[in-house]
Structures are given as C-alpha cells and as structure tokens.
C-alpha cells in the first residue's frame, strides 16, 4: 500500500548511491547478496534472544535490497539479477519469524500461521506476476522492477514496519504474528479477486 509513495521519496538518493558504488565496480548481485547475510544475521540475533541487536543488520539488510536495483539501474539490469533479488526477500522473509520461533516456542504456533500468509502471499504476487508477464502488462508505480509488481494492502515497506515492530515489542509477537498474518490473507485474497479482471478467461 505504502510501497508506491515510499519510492518515490527513496529512490533519488538510492539512485545516486547506486551510481556511486557502480563507479567503485560494486556490482548488483553483490549487494543482493550482502543484503541476504544481513537480513540473515539479524534472524540469527533473533533466535539468539537478541532482537533489539537484530535491528540494526535488518535495517541495513533493507537499505541493501534497495541499493541492488539502483546499481543494476546505473549499470545492466539482468534477469538473473531480478530473479536473485525476489529469491533472497523471500528467504529474508521467511527468517525472521522462523527465528523469533526458535527464540521462544511459545511464538511456534503464530509462527507457522505467519508462515502460512507469506507463502499464500507470495504465491499470489508471484502467479500474477507470471500472468502479467505472459500478457505483455507492465507497471512503474513500484519503481523500474524486474518482475511485475502487483499492488496490495501489505507490501514491503509494510513487512519491514512490521519486522522492526517485533524487535522492539517481541514479547508481543503472537498477537502481532496472528493480526499481521490475517492482514496477508486478505491482500491474497484481494490480489486474486483482481486478478480475474485483469486475467479474464
């Protein structure tokens, strides 16, 4: 929801940095992949009972995935490139409320039911996607991307608010897991819905 407003206030400065790093030989997948080992590091504090530690890789991990689009942008967009980029957010996705799991067991249950909506989720954005692609559709309101970005009620900006929300209040996690998760099912829902316009039979 927020995404399209966010870019547009975001991507000047990344922009130019990206221009920067790219004149230094900095490479796109480069930063795709010092994004992952952040987010991934910032899991790993979680499940270690340090998640207030864990913002700082997360952050950096984000402001990563950002900065490999616009070093792509100065340099050669490739579809490897965007296929590394959405491969490395899901797992980054996917880890951090795997390790707020192992931190406490207590969070299991709304855990996998978090789980659960990311997968339905990203399953609806990622067939869209797909779909829109066969079809020749394009869209800029998320930025120069390599995929077809469908619009939705929670989309990154949204998931990161939520991830920095957990480290600060974790003993919330459960309720926050459950009302998060049930948000994610209804932008499923609502993408499917759409959906049927968009791809009529």
Same mark, same amino acid.
């Given at each position: ?22 004149? @230094?030989?900095?490479?796109?997948? %480069? ?7 952040? +987010? /991934?590091? &910032?899991?790993?504090?979680? &499940?270690?009972?340090?998640? +207030?530690?864990? /913002?700082?890789?997360? /952050?950096?991990? @984000?402001?990563?995935? %950002?900065?490999? +689009?616009?070093?792509? @942008? ?7 490139? %965007? !296929? ?22 207590? #969070? ?12 339905? #989720? ?18 800029? &309101?998320? +930025?120069?991307?390599?995929? !077809? !970005? ?16 957990? $480290?600060?209040?974790?003993? *919330?996690?459960?309720? /926050?897991? *459950?009302?998060?998760?049930?948000? $994610? ?9 759409? &959906? ?6």
């Amino acid at each position: 929801m927020l995404d399209a407003h966010v870019r547009r206030l975001i991507d000047p400065p990344l922009n130019r940095l990206g221009r920067g790093l790219a004149d @230094r030989g900095v490479t796109a997948n %480069g930063v795709t992949l010092t994004g992952l080992a952040l +987010g /991934l590091a &910032a899991a790993v504090l979680i &499940a270690l009972g340090a998640p +207030g530690w864990a /913002l700082l890789p997360l /952050l950096a991990s @984000r402001l990563a995935d %950002g900065l490999d +689009g616009a070093v792509a @942008r100065a340099t050669r967009r490739t579809d490897y490139g %965007g !296929y590394l980029d959405i491969w490395s957010d899901f797992l980054f996705y996917g880890a951090i409320p795997f390790a707020f799991a192992v931190m406490a067991p207590e #969070n299991a249950l709304p855990a996998a039911f978090l789980l659960l909506s990311f997968y339905v #989720n990203g399953t609806s954005f990622l067939g869209f996607a797909t779909m829109a692609e066969k079809r020749g559709l394009e869209t800029s &309101a998320q +930025g120069a991307k390599s995929l !077809y !970005y469908s619009a939705g009620l929670l989309e990154g900006t949204e998931t990161i608010a939520f991830f920095v929300l957990l $480290c600060l209040l974790p003993g *919330w996690f459960a309720p /926050l897991a *459950w009302a998060f998760g049930i948000l $994610c099912f209804y932008t499923a829902t609502a993408r499917v819905l759409a &959906a049927r316009t968009v791809f009529p039979d």
